[in-house]
């Protein structure tokens, strides 16, 4: 199993992140104890927002990398499940919609 996750940082912030294995709850627990450094360590505490799974690697690290390449307002669309302003925020961009 491959999680794509994203995490609400302490600042507002959004981290994408990518885990291997079953317990996304001892992922979340290692980001709260700052286990990793880098950009959640300094930005503590962190919530779960949004999480998925799959099989595939490729998969995951593909859209971890969607993801990471949209705005904040996008991002705040897809975690609460807003497709309609999803599409929206897509067409402003000038690229091609994204399902």
């Not at 927002?49 to 998925?52: I, K, N, P």
């Given at each position: 199993m491959i999680w794509v996750y994203i995490l609400r940082c302490a600042d507002g912030s959004y981290y994408?992140?990518?885990h291997r294995g079953d317990d996304m709850e001892d992922r979340i627990a290692e980001h709260q104890a700052g286990n990793y450094g880098g950009y959640t360590a300094a930005r503590r505490p962190v919530e779960l927002?949004?999480?998925?799974w799959t099989f595939q690697f490729a998969d995951a690290v593909a859209?971890?990398?969607?993801i990471k390449g949209w705005t904040r307002a996008k991002k705040e669309a897809f975690?609460?499940?807003d497709w309609k302003l999803l599409k929206l925020l897509?067409?402003?961009r000038g690229g091609p919609e994204e399902s």
């Open positions: 994408t992140g990518t927002v949004w999480a998925d859209t971890e990398c969607r975690i609460a499940g897509s067409k402003r």
